[in-house]
């Protein structure tokens, strides 16, 4: 199940495609990906907030080297697991904070840590979607977009949609996310799958 949550098995490419018209043509078939567990997903997301990817990356390598365990692979530099709710939850924001990460976002994933590791936070696809965007958006430093790319990937939400993100805004050739938000009600319940396709 958690294979075919992953790897979005249960998609119905033609039904998707239908809905979303012209922009699914190009590429046929895309499915939404999943997590093999939503707590990293969560905690990449916050790490990714208005930075490069490259530079998300790289503070996400400090960090699970920093709480995760080693585990031994023939892959170079492919040594981390990535650390459980449960150890982030125990630290200090500030020792999230040393790694080089913004002071409020540490704030974010220590909050983000306790409330998974309590279990008053579900990051899977079973999760109910509305809770969840709600449970997520009370954490300080968690908007709209992380909420939403959160439940896009880790609940498997086909209509999910990160709002305001500059690349999509940019592939729909819009600069108000107001008006971004109407135009996408039309690629509705499949919002998530035309966020990709932009």
Sequence with gaps: ARVKSLLDIACRPDEIAAALGPLAEP???????????????????????????AAATTIAGRFARAFGDPVDTPHAGLDRLFPP??????????DVA??????????????????????ALRLAPSA????TLAALESLPGVGPWTAQYIAMRALAWPDAF???DVAVLKAMKETDPRRAIA?????????????LHL
């Design 183 to 195: 135009r996408a009600e039309g690629w509705r319940p499949w919002r998530a799958y035309a966020v």
């Design 85 to 94: 709710a449960s150890r982030v939850a125990a630290a200090a924001p500030s």
């Design 27 to 53: 590429n046929p078939g895309l499915r939404l990906p999943g997590a093999v567990d939503g707590f990293e997903v969560a905690v990449r997301a916050i790490l990714g907030q208005q930075v490069t990817v």
């Design 162 to 164: 990160p709002h305001p």
């Design 98 to 119: 040393a790694l080089g990460i913004i002071a409020s976002r540490a704030r974010a994933i220590v909050a983000l840590a306790r409330e998974v590791d309590s279990g």
């Design 128 to 131: 109910p979607v509305e809770e």
